[in-house]
């Protein structure tokens, strides 16, 4: 087998500017830069405006400012500061996004930490899924642990996984009452984990081994095989022990 050849050439737009795609060692944006083609490098920083029309593929990608991929986005590490739009699938090993971010397509990751906004038009599958603000899943949600703290709407067809917490921030749902705001909740049509605790959760049906359906909780039926509690402050319309 041939041996790959060592790149040590680097990609660097500074101010305003454009390049080819291709393969590089480390690319770097200072301003507002366009990349034209698929691109590969170890590693991608971002700061101001980028814009790569094709893949990009890299072992970092740092975006900070505004950053657009037109294609697909394979990398260890995807960190957004600022606004991110992947038109594409997004698959990485540890995903930040303090922000916001739009993907076209579906996320795979082993951990995604959401901080700030994200909408994902296709699936979301993680080992780790932590949410601190909102997110409007197209498809499935599916995460070993899944922990949303919620501090704007959140929205996924359906959610599945082996730990599931669901939690309201009081402060911001005061606000969020006082001034007419939309309301901050989680809605999903079918929800399904071993533990599941919720709140402030709209669902046709949550299903579980230990169930607890905490306040603020509308759930048209809900079936457990162990344990189930529901507040006084929501509401279930069917209830069936399996």
Request: glycine content about 16%; charged content about 20%.
């Amino acid at each position: 087998m041939e041996a790959q050849p060592i790149i040590t050439n680097d990609l660097s737009i500074s101010g305003a500017g454009s390049a080819d795609g291709g393969r590089y060692r480390n690319a770097r944006i200072n301003g507002n830069g366009r990349i034209d083609g698929d691109l590969e490098c170890r590693s991608f920083k971002s700061a101001g405006h980028s814009h790569v029309y094709g893949n990009l593929a890299a072992q970092e990608v740092i975006l900070r400012g505004s950053g657009s991929v037109a294609g697909n986005v394979r990398s260890e590490l995807l960190s957004v500061s600022g606004n991110g739009e992947f038109r594409g699938d997004v698959a990485a090993g540890l995903v930040k996004v303090n922000g916001s971010a739009g993907i076209g397509g579906s996320l795979t990751a082993d951990t995604a930490v959401i901080r700030g906004s994200v909408q994902i038009n296709g699936d979301c599958e993680a080992e780790k899924f932590e949410a601190y603000g909102g997110f409007e899943v197209g498809g499935l949600l599916n995460a070993g642990m899944i922990d949303i703290r919620l501090f704007g709407p959140c929205r996924a067809r359906e959610i599945g996984g082996e730990s599931i917490r669901v939690n309201k921030n009081g402060f911001l749902n005061s606000l969020a009452s006082l001034f007419g705001s939309k309301r901050i909740s989680l809605e999903a049509g079918t929800i399904e984990g071993d533990v599941i605790y919720l709140e402030h959760t709209f669902a046709s049906v949550v299903r579980g081994r230990d169930v607890k359906i905490g306040p603020g909780c509308e759930i048209g039926r809900v079936e457990y095989t162990n344990t189930l509690y529901v507040d006084i402050d929501s509401t279930v319309a069917q209830r069936q022990q399996l």
